[in-house]
Nanobody
Framework: VQLQASGGGLAQPGGSLRLSCAAS????????VAWFRQAPGKEREGVSG????????AYAASVRGRFTISRDKHNNTVYLQMNALKPEDTAVYYC????????????????????WGQGTQVTVSS
């Protein structure tokens, strides 16, 4: 089971980036997949997640309305579209997968996830 996160980079405030989390060794549609981020000196925090039932998604209050998570079954990838980026969005972003269907309240809890990808750096700066 492997997760490969990509798509990070440098963006200006108000700009956009799209992160990708490509899964191999398992079918991501059968898993709950989430994005987390960690800024220097801060704890890892949940950003967004998508349950096995793909219509159910969760967002942190700080990103709701700006970020959108989606799943592409055909290429076994979960995306995080990030719009209206702010400097406080700067962090290393990680994707993670849980085998099964997490209860909604746990989607953004990092300690429940089985598998993690490597991080991708997102920097928002002018």
């Amino acid at each position: 089971v492997q997760l490969q996160a990509s798509g990070g980079g440098l963006a200006q405030p108000g700009g956009s980036l799209r992160l990708s989390c490509a899964a191999s060794g398992f079918t991501s549609d059968y898993y709950t997949v989430a994005w987390f981020r960690q800024a220097p000196g801060k704890e890892r925090e949940g950003v967004s997640g998508i349950r096995r039932i793909a219509t159910q998604t969760a967002y942190a209050a700080s990103v709701r309305g700006r970020f959108t998570i989606s799943r592409d079954k055909h290429n076994n990838t979960v995306y995080l579209q990030m719009n209206a980026l702010k400097p406080e969005d700067t962090a290393v972003y990680y994707c993670a997968a849980y085998s099964g269907n997490l209860v909604f309240s746990a989607i953004l809890q990092p300690n429940v996830y089985h598998y993690w990808g490597q991080g991708t750096q997102v920097t928002v700066s002018s």
